[in-house]
């Protein structure tokens, strides 16, 4: 029996995929910032920077769009997509994978309809709905995570339409090794490691039922090397040159410009303030998937940035994920097992299967009780 370590500084777990902690104890996001606070950033500097990969993009487009901006209707997306244009005077293409209609909520639908009616071209790429499921499926049972494939179609979408459209510039969001310490890249806004992070390293083949044809997962695949290579693409991390950046500042700017959020509770979602993943629901089950994998889910995100922006302190943040990471409203899990058609029976199995039993112990009620060092 093992134990979950938390940073000394914030509440980011030693089990988040590729983190390490240093001598003092703290995780990479904090170390940054940190840093940050001791030597400063020049955001002219930064500016100065952007401004460049700006005047490139410009350049060397083959189309009468400036760039790319990677959208799903969010708050994030919605910040970075009026920032590109309004501040940074770029005309971006919109890229968007769409959910399923089955998948997709209505809030979801609102939120992407709001951001194209503040006034973009938006190109959205729709996946074969019954090879969606069926990699959701092979997802959830081989792996326990049935967002294998959504995130692989999600990061590979825009390489795509970049290539074909011949706008080597794509903006991303956030670089996630500065914003919650999972490194697998640079430390800066170079987002050319993307294809190299946890879930979507190697492509969808560990996931493809037997009859799949490479025509079935296409858009699944990130192009071959030399593809991109001969576009000269150019992917940035947009909140790296952003000073206010950060998950609550994006959602009230979205939310001033029409953004919906949730109204459930965070004891039925997992989520202390209702403004994230928004497009569907089912992220909240995969929330709870990875809460019992690695001892950690959404919650304990938002209160590492709300610590780091001085928002709250660590005392604060370890109750506020003691009480509700992780959770998961029974009605999330029916409509998940409906729209996957398995049987809650099935879906209790492969939780217990992936149960990591180095972090959790039986707490001799018939449940579990999660071993942490704070």
């Known amino acids: 029996?093992?134990?979950?370590?938390?940073?000394?500084?914030?509440?980011?777990?030693?089990?988040?995929?590729?983190?390490?902690?240093?001598?003092?104890?703290?995780?990479?996001?904090?170390?940054?910032?940190?840093?940050?606070?001791?030597?400063?950033?020049?955001w002219d500097a930064r500016r100065a920077e952007l401004q460049a990969i700006c005047d490139w993009g410009r350049a060397h487009t083959a189309s009468t769009y400036d760039c790319i901006v990677t959208v799903s209707g969010g708050k994030d997306s919605t910040r970075q997509a009026c920032f590109a244009r309004d501040d940074l005077g770029m005309n971006p293409l919109l890229v968007n994978c769409a959910y399923p209609p089955e998948q997709l909520s209505e809030t979801g639908a609102h939120n992407l309809a709001n951001l194209i009616e503040l006034g973009f071209d938006t190109l959205s790429i729709g996946?074969?709905?019954?090879?969606?499921?069926?990699?959701?499926?092979?997802?959830?049972?081989?792996?326990?995570?049935?967002?294998?494939?959504?995130?692989?179609?999600?990061?590979?979408?825009?390489?795509?339409?970049?290539?074909?459209?011949?706008?080597?510039?794509?903006?991303?969001?956030?670089?996630?090794?500065?914003?919650?310490?999972?490194?697998?890249?640079?430390?800066?806004?170079?987002?050319?490691?993307?294809?190299?992070?946890?879930?979507?390293?190697?492509?969808?083949?560990?996931?493809?039922?037997?009859?799949?044809?490479?025509?079935?997962?296409?858009?699944?695949?990130y192009p071959p090397d030399e593809h991109m290579a001969a576009a000269r693409l150019r992917l940035v991390y947009l909140g790296y040159y952003m000073p206010d950046w950060s998950g609550r500042n994006n959602a009230e700017f979205a939310v001033a410009r029409g953004l919906r959020t949730r109204t459930e509770p965070p004891g039925a979602t997992g989520d202390l303030w209702g403004f994230t993943c928004l497009d569907e629901d089912f992220s909240i089950v995969n929330q709870f998937l990875k809460y019992v994998k690695l001892g950690f889910g959404r919650v304990t995100d938002q209160v590492c940035e709300a610590i780091n922006a001085g928002a709250m302190t660590r005392e604060q943040g370890l109750d506020l994920v003691r009480r509700y990471d992780g959770r998961c409203d029974p009605t999330f899990i029916r409509r998940f097992c409906d729209y996957l058609e398995i049987t809650e029976a099935q879906f209790l199995d492969v939780v217990d299967r992936y149960r990591n039993r180095d972090i959790w112990r039986p707490d001799g009620r018939g449940g579990w009780e999660l071993q942490v060092r704070a």
């Open 1 to 42: 029996m093992s134990e979950i370590t938390l940073c000394a500084r914030c509440v980011n777990p030693s089990t988040r995929p590729n983190i390490r902690f240093n001598e003092a104890g703290l995780c990479p996001v904090c170390e940054y910032e940190l840093q940050k606070q001791a030597a400063g950033i020049d």
């Open 127 to 221: 996946l074969n709905p019954q090879m969606w499921k069926r990699l959701m499926r092979e997802g959830f049972f081989r792996f326990g995570n049935w967002a294998r494939s959504t995130e692989m179609a999600l990061y590979a979408i825009p390489i795509h339409a970049a290539i074909a459209y011949q706008i080597p510039l794509i903006f991303y969001g956030e670089n996630p090794a500065l914003t919650i310490g999972e490194k697998h890249g640079r430390l800066d806004g170079d987002a050319s490691q993307l294809k190299q992070g946890n879930t979507i390293a190697g492509g969808p083949q560990a996931l493809l039922p037997d009859d799949a044809t490479p025509q079935d997962v296409h858009f699944y695949h």
